[in-house]
């Protein structure tokens, strides 16, 4: 083996150029692997932990999967005669038996849970009008399961504590209405309830529709202001494992039987369309690699046929075909190992350098960084790559060495 060894150094010590061309090809390629990766890598995760962090992992709201079966087509279920239309029972929205049902969901170790009362209201200020969402909560159960505290910019969700007639806005309908701190805004429920709300708290998260149509107050006084007493028709759920969302949401519908929606589930077409970039991503990259490969097939292409006759004496002295290939697949070996290494080590040089963009400074924060992902497992693939692209472009030519005839290239050569 060292002497297959040596033979395959000497070779490609023999044609500097073009082993140097062959294995720019692998570095470049596996750096750039590595830097495209990277970006790819870390602008998914850095928008997965902000879809994450910013909406709940688990929703369940007092609606179900499917229509209630109406009881004539339980009794008659192949009756002649259809009943079509048929108006359900008015009654008061929400979770029926929430305590109990809340009580379970937090016996499920690893989650936290926030009841919540959303229903649509009307605000009103010098004339102007919008619709928006009002969101009962606990702010002490909320704070626990949503990063809306982090995103306020002016009062705080305990300020609902101390005043129960309050109000928290987004900066996108304090700056609609030209409203502040401490202004009072008219809110008018579906039933005529007119109320007179102290803004107490102002928010930003960067959206501009969640920031103008989201609002949010004190759960009891919600209850009081759209006639739903000792009512809620949310759980918020947050779990210490994000991944694990999709089983915890089938456990909880299947035991309380509302609808329990993951946050997996909610944003299903939006992890198919990363799942496609990262195959578009994968392909791209490793094409690169393909390319930089026909620079080491053509490298060892070329040894081959020079050192044909070479080929033949090394036969006539006893080296057998196997040793033959086994020489130029060490070339193709060497290549692709040295390569892949220095492809490494620049491919971290190119990750610190993206690290250091800073992009321009976005309206609702600070100067934003390129996010970048650094992970053995793409380390792994770039070098499994780059090895492979090289075997494989070695293999042909070394298995073309190894088919050569001494008998008929020496007689040839005589």
């Known amino acids: 083996m060292r002497l297959q060894l040596g033979i395959a150094v000497t070779h490609l010590l023999a044609r ?27 602008s998914e995760k850095d928008f997965i932990k902000r879809l994450v962090d910013n909406s709940p992992h688990i929703t369940v709201s007092d609606e179900y999967r499917g229509a209630d079966i109406q009881p004539a087509d339980m009794k008659w279920p192949d009756a002649a005669v259809n009943i079509r239309s048929v108006k359900p029972q008015t009654e008061v929205r929400g979770i029926r038996g929430h305590q109990q049902k809340l009580a379970f969901i937090e016996s499920i170790p690893g989650l936290r849970v926030a009841p919540a009362l959303t229903g649509s209201v009307v605000l009103t200020f010098a004339g102007r009008i919008q619709g928006v969402s009002l969101t009962g909560l606990v702010p002490e159960s909320m704070r626990e399961v949503s990063s809306i505290e982090e995103k306020m910019i002016e009062g705080s969700l305990e300020a609902l504590n101390v005043n129960p007639n309050g109000i928290i806005v987004g900066i996108g309908l304090i700056n609609k209405f030209k409203l502040a701190m401490g202004r009072n805004v008219t809110v008018t429920t579906s039933d005529g309830v007119v109320r007179s709300m102290k803004i107490v708290g102002i928010f930003r998260t960067g959206t501009a529709n969640y920031d103008e ?62 799942t496609v970039r990262n195959v578009i991503m994968y392909s791209v990259v490793t094409a690169i690699l393909v390319v930089a490969a026909f620079g080491i097939y053509n490298t060892i292409s070329t040894i081959v046929m020079e050192k044909t006759r070479d080929i033949a004496i090394m036969k006539s002295m006893g080296f057998h075909a196997s040793d033959i290939r086994l020489i130029f697949l060490s070339e193709g070996l060497i290549v692709g190992l040295v390569g892949s290494l220095l492809g490494i080590l620049l491919g971290l040089g190119l990750m610190w350098i993206l690290d250091q963009v800073t992009l321009p400074v976005s309206q609702f924060g600070g100067p934003t960084h390129l996010p970048v992902y650094r992970g053995q497992r793409q380390f792994f693939i770039a070098f499994g790559f780059a090895m492979i692209s090289a075997i494989a472009a070695s293999y042909l030519p070394a298995n073309k060495g190894g088919r050569v005839h001494p008998v008929d290239i020496l007689r040839g050569s005589m």
């Open 16 to 42: 500097k150029r073009q082993t140097l061309v062959s294995l720019s090809g692998i570095v470049l390629g596996t750096a750039f692997f590595l830097a495209v990766s990277a970006l790819m890598q870390g």
């Open 213 to 274: 149509t989201q609002t949010y107050a004190l759960l009891k006084k919600v209850q009081s202001l759209l006639n739903r007493p000792n009512r809620v028709n949310r759980f918020v759920i947050q779990l210490n494992d994000p991944n694990k969302a999709r089983d915890v949401a089938t456990i909880i519908e299947q035991r309380i039987g509302y609808k329990s929606v993951s946050w997996l589930e909610a944003s299903e077409d939006i992890m198919s369309l990363l």
